[in-house]
């Protein structure tokens, strides 16, 4: 996750995001076992071959919506498949550039 201050620490709930080609999966994780604390939520998205601005902007929207969805404020941790990487028109090894844009 982005902690964007001392402050944030010590939390002891993380919104937990699953990035995939077809949708995201997202729960309120425990920071302490890494158990769900709310049922998971799946958000379904189509992400386009060879469009990667436009499947930036979908899965900006998809992301939003989840942190709407269970009115998120607080650490969020993202993980994000090999395919929804390349579909993003990133390589492995540009995550951080990919962390800063969404």
Do not use: Y
């Not at 001392?6 to 080609?21: H, V, Y």
């Not at 958000?43 to 269970?70: P, S, Y």
């Not at 994000?80 to 390589?91: F, H, I, N, S, W």
Request: with cysteine.
């Amino acid at each position: 996750g982005i902690l964007g201050s001392r402050s944030d620490l010590p939390k002891t709930q993380a919104l937990g995001i699953e990035l995939r080609s077809s949708a995201a999966l997202a729960a309120p994780v425990s920071a302490l076992d890494g158990t769900f604390v709310e049922e998971p939520l799946r958000v379904r998205h189509d992400l386009i071959e060879g469009d990667a601005a436009e499947n930036l902007k979908t899965v900006c929207a998809t992301i939003k919506a989840l942190l709407q969805a269970f009115n998120w404020k607080g650490i969020v941790g993202c993980s994000v498949t090999v395919e929804a990487v390349k579909l993003l028109g990133k390589e492995i090894n540009t995550m951080e550039h990919l962390e800063k844009e969404l």
